[in-house]
């Protein structure tokens, strides 16, 4: 199974701390709001719940660091910002 979720971070400078920070909350929500919607709609097991969110934060800090690190450099980052989560069952 493969979630995609855009968290829109337009209104953020990503070059001040505040900014930054305020993408990395919308992640962490956006993950786990997406990963409890996976968990009542496919309740198999309850430790995937727990690995849904940490893979799901994870990468979607990653992208948002690449993203942080091109508006600090002054690069354009066309890229829109996403995360993918793929958990088997």
Avoid: F, K
């Avoid at 919308?26 to 993950?31: G, K, L, N, Q, Y």
Wanted: with cysteine.
């Amino acid at each position: 199974m493969s979630l995609r979720v855009n968290v829109d971070y337009s209104d953020l400078d990503l070059r001040t701390r505040t900014g930054a920070h305020v993408l990395r909350g919308r992640i962490r929500a956006a993950a786990d709001d997406t990963c409890n919607a996976l968990a009542l709609a496919y309740p198999v097991q309850e430790l995937a719940l727990t690995s849904c969110t940490h893979d799901a934060r994870q990468w979607g800090l990653v992208r948002a660091t690449r993203a942080i690190n091109y508006q600090r450099e002054n690069l354009p980052y066309v890229y829109p910002y996403a995360y993918d989560y793929q958990q088997s069952y």
